[in-house]
Structures are given as C-alpha cells and as structure tokens.
C-alpha cells in the first residue's frame, strides 16, 4: 500500500517554514496547515509582504538598522545626540530602547555576538564600521546581552575602544521592574548589586 504523504507544495512549505528560527517540524507543519485551510489566513498577503520587505529593506551603512533606499530612521542625526552610540546586538534590539524613550543618542546594531561554538568571529560582526564611528568626546553604551557571548563581545569591544579618547559604559543588568528576589538568579543578583546606585532625597 502506498505510503500517504503531503502533495510536494505542502512539504515545500513546511520545509521553509521549518527555516525559521524556534519552529520544528511539527509547528512548521501546523503553521503550513493553518496557512492553507483557515479563513483568517492570507497567505498571499503575507507572500506579498515577505516579497515587498525583501524588495525594499536593507541594513543601514551607517548603524545596521532597518533602512529603506532613502533613509534610516535611526540615524536622523537632526534630533538626535551623535556623541552617544548606543551598541545593540540585532536591529530589533534598537525598538526596546525607543519604547523606554530613555535613550536620545544613535545606535550601532553589530549583526550578532562573538561565538566561537558557532563560528561568529570579530569579522563576521559590524565591528569595522563601529570604530570608524567611534572619535575622542564620544559616549559608547555597550547595551549588549549578560549571556556567555554577549559578555565575551562587551570585553573584546571594550578592549577594541580603548585609547580611542571614547567613554566606555556598560548597561545595568539586574533585576526587572516587579520581579521578586526569590526569582532571580545569582548572575542577576549580582549585575543588581553591581548597578546599584545612591538613593538622593
């Protein structure tokens, strides 16, 4: 008896969507079917859309963000303090600054972390084009992850800026707005004590 298989189309679109980071064969694969059979789907639009973002965006030169032929957001240096760049991991790292409206200066998006498990060395990142920034006067916020790589990538920039006449920073890291010590770990607890700052009445 013949073996039942999804046609060729369908499993085409499971394996792409397999692609995407998180998503194994069976979310794929429910993912695919609900593309296909739900009257909520449009898998046309979201071709369309996949297609329009592929067509248009790129990464900006200057900073790595989202960018579209004409401009980058990020980089509009009328509003914004050029003296301060703020280095993130990935673009979508830029919109949680934004959100927290705490951050006025421009950003640096380095396209990764250094991890030499997976082959991610200093030259595959937009470690170049981050000190050609960089010039005397000059804040540097490495605003990176306290994960393993995020701290062996915040060491080598820091080494890397050094006697450039730049300041060096590093972001808090510590406890979240609402979190309880009983659900923090010790590497938090200790970027909590690290961070901490006087209280002024």
């Known amino acids: 008896m013949a073996k039942v298989e999804y046609p060729a189309a369908v499993q085409e679109l499971v394996g792409e969507l ?29 071709a369309r859309s996949l297609e329009r973002a592929d067509r248009e965006l790129c990464l900006c030169e200057t900073c790595g963000f989202f960018a579209t032929e004409d401009a980058c957001s990020a980089c509009d240096e009328s509003v914004r303090d050029a003296s301060i760049i703020c280095v993130v991991e990935q673009p979508t790292d830029v919109l949680p600054m934004e959100r927290s409206g705490s951050f006025r200066g421009v950003y640096h998006c380095l396209g990764g972390k250094l991890s030499p498990l997976d082959h991610v060395s200093p030259e595959d990142l937009r470690i170049a084009p981050l000190l050609q920034r960089v010039h005397a006067g000059v804040e540097v916020i ?22 450039r006449g730049c300041r060096i920073t590093r972001i808090a890291q510590g406890l979240p707005a609402g979190g309880g010590l009983e659900h923090a770990d010790e590497l938090t607890l200790l970027r909590a004590m690290q961070g901490r700052r006087e209280i002024v009445e």
Do not use: F, N
């Not at 306290?146 to 080494?159: N, R």
């Open 18 to 46: 397999k692609r995407l980071p998180g998503i194994g064969p069976r979310s794929a694969e429910r993912m695919a079917v609900w593309l296909l059979q739900s009257k909520r789907a449009e898998p046309l639009a979201l």
């Open 142 to 163: 490495l605003a990176l992850g306290s994960d393993v790589e995020g701290e062996t990538t915040a060491h080598y920039l820091a080494a890397e800026l050094r006697g």
